[in-house]
T-cell receptor, first 115, second 112 residues
Framework: KAGVTQTPRYLIKTRGQQVTLSCSPISGHRSVSWYQQTPGQGLQFLFE???????NKGNFPGRFSGRQFSNSRSEMNVSTLELGDSALYLC??????????????FGPGTRLTVL | AQKVTQAQTEISVVEKEDVTLDCVYETRDTTYYLFWYKQPPSGELVFLIRRNSFDEQNEISGRYSWNFQKSTSSFNFTITASQVVDSAVYFCALQGAQKLVFGQGTRLTINP
């Protein structure tokens, strides 16, 4: 079974631009979660999608948004980029959502650099 | 609120030494899950173990072992006879009612 894939792997943008990151979950997995990893803040939960619906959201400004398609693929968008948005963005998939202890399988991440 | 503390930011040991990574958590939930993940330089988080709050049994998997003590809210991870391939950042995580909360991570370097 193929793992979680994320595209692109690396991205360089300038302040004020917007960016869209893509995540394809493991086949059969319907839940996709997004995390931001920075040296200062560590790993922080962004949001979770299941069956095209956002189920849970972390404490991030409205510039961060996401969606999930009927094939479970997910995209996250960051508008009006700021220098502080530079981070590794990780996507994780799991078979179900809202199930405590559900193991999440992570992708390799997209490293976003904002100049 | 949920919180995970990994007090050791960086650990460096020589190959074949045993090393323990500490994890202390805070939660008001009575049912919760604890995890350990490994993040090698490639960036992908690799699942190592999951333990629920009702199961305090320690677990051993090869050179890896985990000690869960509810009384001290700790879930420590020990690598026995460490190897260079164990070099990575290790994250402890807690999931209560909702989202998964990670500790800050411990960067482990195993020197040959």
């Amino acid at each position: 079974k193929a793992g979680v894939t994320q595209t692109p792997r690396y991205l360089i943008k300038t302040r004020g631009q917007q960016v869209t990151l893509s995540c394809s979950p493991i086949s059969g997995h319907r839940s996709v979660s997004w995390y931001q990893q920075t040296p200062g803040q560590g790993l922080q939960f962004l949001f979770e999608y299941f069956s095209e619906t956002q189920r849970n959201k972390g404490n991030f400004p409205g510039r961060f948004s996401g969606r999930q398609f009927s094939n479970s693929r997910s995209e996250m968008n960051v508008s009006t980029l700021e220098l502080g948005d530079s981070a590794l963005y990780l996507c994780a998939s799991s078979p179900l959502a809202g199930v405590r202890g559900n193991e999440q399988f992570f992708g390799p991440g997209t490293r976003l650099t904002v100049l | 609120a949920q919180k995970v503390t990994q007090a050791q930011t960086e650990i460096s040991v020589v190959e074949k030494e045993d090393v323990t990574l500490d994890c202390v958590y805070e939660t008001r939930d009575t049912t919760y899950y604890l995890f350990w993940y490994k993040q090698p330089p490639s960036g992908e988080l690799v699942f190592l173990i999951r333990r629920n709050s009702f199961d305090e049994q320690n677990e051993i998997s090869g050179r890896y072992s985990w000690n869960f003590q509810k009384s001290t809210s700790s879930f420590n991870f020990t690598i026995t006879a460490s190897q260079v391939v164990d070099s990575a950042v290790y994250f402890c995580a807690l999931q209560g009612a909702q989202k998964l909360v990670f500790g800050q991570g411990t960067r482990l370097t195993i020197n040959p």
